[in-house]
C-alpha cells in the first residue's frame, strides 16, 4: 500500500509542473509510504509516489517506467493475481525486471488498454501516463477498498491524490464547505456518491476509470455488483454453503501474500474470526492478532477475542484506550481522515494499528461481511416494519392510526415511535430517517434557513436513493444491500484505509475479493439472511470451526462509550465544540436546537451521542481545514506523544 498523486495541466493552462508543489503533495501523505519516494515530471505532467515496501522489497521503486520509456505508473494497493499473468506476458515478449505487482499492471495495460482492470483481482488506485497517446489512464478498484480523489480545473487541468490534503497542499482547490453535499453528510455520517465535503473535490467512484487528455475527462463505470440468480440446477444449500467456503478460503490464501510479516485484527465477531480460522491453516507459524477495547467496562469485550485466540492458538497483542487518549488523538485524526470521523470507533481503528505497526506492515480485517450477507438488524427491521405497515394502513382507519401515534408521541424513548405504528410505511421513512444521524425533519430544525438555501433544500437521501435505482436486484433485501455497497461501505472502507495508513499499516479485506462478491450477491436470500439470522452462509460455514460462543454471539458493534463521556469528563467539548461562540457564530446551525440536543443528553432524556459526536467531529474539521486552524486549542488538545507511546506500549 502507497501514497499516489499526480498533476496534468491542460494545454489551455499553458503551465509546467513545479516540482516542489509535486514534492509538497506527496510528502504530505508520507505516513501512506515511508519506506520509499520518486517523482517523474515531462512537461505538463507530474507524477508523485510514496511506498510502503510489501511485495519485492528491494525492487518496485515508482513511478515505473515499461521496457521503452512510453509509460509510466503509480500504484497504490495490491493485485494478488499478477503472478498468473507472468508466463503469459512473457510469452508476448515483455521482459520483468522486478517480481511486483506494479509491472504486471503496466503490461497488462499494453496489451489490453482501459480493459486491463478487468483482469485484476485485489485493491488498487493507479494512474498511467501514456506518452504515445498523451492520455493519463486512472483507475480505481471495484469495491473501492484504495482511494482516490480529484480536482478538474476549469482550464482542464487535472490534480489527483490518495488523500485530499494533498490536493490542498498543492492549491488546486480553496477549501471551502461543499453545502451541495452538507445534507447528505449530516443524515448518513459521511457525504454518498462522487462528492465530498470539499467544494469540487471529487472522488473517483470505485469501479470506475478516468481519462485525461488535455484537458477533457471521460469516467466510465467497468463493475458493478449483481443480484442476478444464476442458474444452478439442482443446487442444495449444501452445495453453495461449500462453493461459498472455498471461495472464501481462496481470498484470505491470496491476501497473505507478501515479503513482510503480516497478522490481523481480530474483535472476537463472527467476521474476524472466521479469517483467523482460516488463516490459521494457511500458515505455519502462529498468526499475530490485535485487539483494542476501552477503559470502561461495557466498552470491553476483549474476553471475545481472547477466545478465538485461545482456540487457534495466535500471537495475540491488545491496546486499552482511555477517554484522555481518546479525545488527545482526534484533532490529529480527523486530519488523517480529511473528513469529519463517521464514527468514535475509527479513533479505536488507529491506536490497534499502531499497536500492529509494532509487529507487522500488512494486516487482514472484516468489513465488508455485513454488507454482503445481511449482518444488521435493520435490514430484517426495515423488512419486517414496511410489510406490516403495509397492511396496517390499509386496514386500520386513519382516525384509530392518528389516535395511536398521539399516544406513542408521548412516550419518550419508546422504540415504537421507530415502526410502523408511528411512520409512514415507505423506505425513506421506515429505512432511510429512521436510521439517520440527523433526519429530515431534524435537519429542518438544525440548520438556519440561510444555510437551507446555500444547500438548495434537504435532501439527504439523494445518493441511496440513486443507488436504489441502479441496481438489477429485485427484493427489498438486496436492494438495501446494494444501496450500503454502494454508500454506508465505501464510508467503512475510507475509515479503514485512513486510520490504518495514519500508521503506516496496509490493510486486506478478505471478504471484498470481488469474486466472492459476484457469489454471495446472487445466492438465495435465505442464504444471507434466514429468518432472524444473519450472515447464514457464514454461520454455516463456520459451524464446527468456530467456538459456539462466537458462532451464536449477537452481534455488538464496536462499542465506544462516547455518549457517557459527554455526558460526564469530557462535557468541555461539547461546550467548545457545539457550544461554543465559534461553531454557533458560523451561523450554521440554530442555537436553541443543539442546545435543547446537549441538554437532553447530559440530563439523561435522549441519547443524543451519535449526533453530538457528528458536530464535534465537524467543528474540529472545519477549523483544521476551512480555517486552517494547527489544532490545539478549546477542550481538546492536539495528540501528545507520550500519550500515544503509552498506546503503542
Not at 463517521?342 to 481503528?349: I, K, N, R
Request: aromatic residues 10%; proline residues 3%; negative net charge.
Amino acid at each position: 500500500m502507497c501514497g499516489i498523486n499526480g498533476i496534468a495541466f491542460s494545454s489551455r493552462s499553458r503551465r509546467r509542473v513545479d516540482p516542489s508543489v509535486l514534492k509538497s503533495m506527496r510528502d504530505v501523505i508520507t505516513h501512506r509510504g515511508p519506506d520509499d519516494e520518486g517523482i517523474f515530471i515531462e512537461d505538463g505532467i507530474g507524477l508523485g509516489h510514496r511506498r510502503l515496501s510489501i511485495v519485492d522489497v528491494a525492487s518496485g521503486h515508482q513511478p515505473m517506467t515499461n521496457e521503452d520509456g512510453s509509460l509510466h505508473i503509480i500504484y497504490n494497493g495490491e493485485i494478488y493475481n499478477h503472478a498468473d499473468f507472468r508466463e503469459l506476458l512473457e510469452a508476448r515478449g515483455h521482459v520483468y525486471q522486478t517480481h511486483c505487482d506494479t509491472e504486471t499492471i503496466l503490461h497488462l495495460y499494453e496489451e489490453y488498454g482501459d480493459t486491463c482492470v478487468e483482469h485484476l483481482r485485489g485493491m488498487f488506485a493507479f494512474a498511467i501516463w501514456d506518452r504515445r497517446k498523451r492520455e493519463l489512464f486512472i483507475a480505481r478498484d471495484r469495491l473501492g477498498v484504495k482511494p482516490l480523489y480529484y480536482v478538474h480545473t476549469d482550464n482542464g487541468s487535472l490534480y489527483f491524490a490518495s488523500e485530499i490534503k494533498a490536493l490542498l497542499e498543492a492549491r488546486a482547490v480553496k477549501p471551502e464547505l461543499n453545502f451541495a453535499a452538507f445534507s447528505d453528510y449530516l443524515a448518513n455520517h459521511a457525504t454518498s456518491g462522487e462528492d465530498t465535503l470539499f467544494v469540487n473535490v471529487k472522488r473517483l467512484m470505485p469501479g470506475h476509470t478516468l481519462t485525461w487528455r488535455d484537458g477533457e475527462i471521460k469516467i466510465k463505470k467497468y463493475w458493478d455488483v449483481s443480484f442476478a440468480k444464476a442458474a444452478q440446477n439442482g443446487h442444495s444449500d449444501r452445495d453453495y454453503i461449500a462453493e461459498w467456503s472455498d471461495l472464501f478460503r481462496q481470498s484470505v490464501k491470496l491476501r497473505l501474500m507478501a515479503d513482510v510479516p503480516l497478522g490481523m485484527f481480530l474483535s472476537g465477531g463472527i467476521d474476524s474470526s472466521a479469517i483467523a480460522a482460516v488463516m490459521s491453516t494457511l500458515v505455519d507459524e502462529p498468526i499475530k492478532t490485535f485487539s483494542v477495547a476501552f477503559a470502561e467496562r461495557e466498552a470491553n469485550e476483549l474476553e471475545y477475542a481472547r477466545l478465538v485466540s485461545r482456540a487457534f492458538k495466535t500471537d495475540h497483542h491488545e491496546v486499552v484506550i482511555t477517554a484522555e487518549q481518546f479525545f488527545h488523538a482526534l484533532p490529529e485524526l480527523i486530519w488523517h481522515e480529511d473528513e469529519p470521523l463517521a464514527h468514535p470507533s475509527s479513533v479505536a481503528l488507529y491506536f490497534v494499528s499502531e499497536l500492529a505497526s509494532r509487529h507487522v506492515k500488512v494486516v487482514l480485517t472484516g468489513e465488508g461481511s455485513d454488507e454482503l450477507m445481511a449482518g444488521y438488524a435493520r435490514y430484517r427491521k426495515t423488512i419486517l416494519n414496511l410489510a406490516l405497515g403495509e397492511r396496517y394502513h390499509r386496514m386500520v382507519p386513519s382516525s384509530i392510526r392518528h389516535l395511536v401515534r398521539d399516544q406513542i408521541a408521548g412516550m419518550t424513548g419508546s422504540k415504537l415511535q421507530r415502526t410502523f405504528l408511528n411512520l409512514s410505511p415507505d423506505i425513506e421513512s421506515i429505512y432511510f430517517d429512521n436510521f439517520a444521524v440527523f433526519t429530515r425533519s431534524n435537519q429542518d430544525q438544525l440548520l438556519t434557513p440561510e444555510t437551507i438555501d446555500r444547500m438548495g433544500g434537504i435532501d439527504p437521501y439523494a445518493g441511496v436513493r440513486r443507488a436504489l435505482s441502479e441496481t438489477d436486484a429485485n427484493s427489498l433485501l438486496d436492494r438495501l444491500l446494494y444501496a450500503d455497497i454502494k454508500t454506508y461501505l465505501h464510508e467503512l472502507l475510507m475509515k479503514q484505509d485512513q486510520m490504518s495508513m495514519a500508521a503506516s499499516v496496509e490493510s486486506r479485506v478478505p471478504f471484498l475479493d470481488h469474486k466472492l462478491v459476484e457469489f454471495t450477491s446472487a445466492l438465495p436470500e435465505r442464504l444471507k439472511l434466514n429468518r432472524w439470522t444473519t450472515k447464514y452462509v457464514l454461520r454455516q460455514s463456520m459451524k464446527g470451526v468456530l467456538p459456539e460462543q462466537i458462532l451464536t454471539r449477537p452481534k455488538m458493534g464496536f462499542p465506544v462509550p462516547i455518549g457517557a463521556w459527554f455526558s460526564g469528563a469530557y462535557t468541555h467539548a461539547l461546550e467548545e465544540y457545539v457550544l461554543g461562540s465559534r461553531a454557533m457564530d458560523r451561523g450554521i446551525f440554530n442555537p436553541e436546537f443543539v442546545r435543547t440536543l446537549v441538554s437532553q443528553h447530559q440530563r439523561g432524556e435522549a441519547n443524543h451521542s451519535e449526533r453530538l459526536w457528528s458536530l464535534v467531529n465537524l467543528e474540529i474539521w472545519l477549523r483544521r481545514f476551512i480555517d486552517g486552524e494547527n489544532m490545539s486549542a478549546g477542550g481538546l488538545e492536539s495528540v501528545d506523544e507520550s500519550v500515544l507511546a503509552t498506546a503503542r506500549a
